[in-house]
């Protein structure tokens, strides 16, 4: 991000559309379910109207697309991840923050946002699980739930799937469902 910027510091609307075209014209579309790591490492303040054109758009983009990319932010300080949790905070958004080392291992991996109950507990037994789709979880989970059918199941793995948190496999027509953080 802060070559993308140009500066350690990302602030302001303008600065963060400038941001987001930047994103758009460097990041792969990849043919595969990839992460993309948005690497704050050498960012020391960025301020919510700049992560909001810039980041947020970027995903909001990729994942409105149904793109195989999905963004993740990685080792943001204290002060950037405080601004990520209010701005999405106040949308009732969540997004995937993670630590990457040396080796590109990820560590600290965390949502932060809020989901609500009935997305935690999709999110929880994906997670579980390790991967899974809509029928498993409904058969598993149906008399719990009270669930007549899949759909609900399946409508909550689209929807945390478009936030990014959940990777999605298409088997056919069937589709699977991984947590963004496996291997975490």
């Keep these: 991000m802060c070559e993308i910027a140009g500066a350690s510091v990302l602030a302001g609307a303008v600065s963060g559309r400038r941001g987001f075209a930047k994103l758009v014209e460097l990041a792969p579309m990849p043919p595969c379910p990839s992460l993309i790591y948005l690497d704050f490492r050498q960012i020391e303040v960025a301020t919510a109207s700049y992560l909001r054109e810039s980041v947020l758009a970027y995903r909001a983009l990729v994942r409105g697309q149904r793109s195989t990319a999905y963004p993740i932010i990685t080792n943001a300080n204290v002060e950037v991840r405080d601004e990520f949790y209010e701005l999405v905070q106040a949308r009732g958004d969540a997004l995937p923050v993670c630590n990457l080392d040396g080796e590109a291992k990820r560590t600290s991996c965390e949502i932060i946002g ?71």
């Design 114 to 184: 809020e989901l609500d109950p009935k997305q935690r507990l999709t999110y929880d037994l994906v997670t579980e699980r390790g991967e899974t789709d809509a029928g498993e979880l409904w058969r598993s989970n149906s008399a719990a739930e009270g669930l007549a059918s899949p759909t609900a199941w399946n409508n909550r793995l689209s929807s945390l799937a478009s936030l990014g948190l959940l990777i999605e496999h298409s088997q056919g027509r069937a589709k699977r469902y991984r947590s963004i953080f496996t291997e975490c």
